[in-house]
């Protein structure tokens, strides 16, 4: 997936997210992305984030560490 496009539905998660208490909005950030997105998704997001791709919204970027981890297969 495109680089940019991939921020833009990150961001647009957030910004749902983004009415709700902190840790709520967080927690469905993490949850949502966990759920709805295919593993190829999440490992560009992984990646994205260790290179320090620029654009992502905090609460992408906080929820990261408990979005469902991508099985690496041989």
Known sequence: M??????YMANQIATFFKSKPHDEGVAGVAGHISDFWDPRM???LFDMIADGHDGFEPLVLEAAPSIRKVKETA
Do not use: G, T
């Not at 495109?2 to 921020?7: F, G, N, S, W």
């Open 2 to 7: 495109a680089p940019d496009k991939l921020v």
């Open 42 to 44: 999440r490992k560009q």
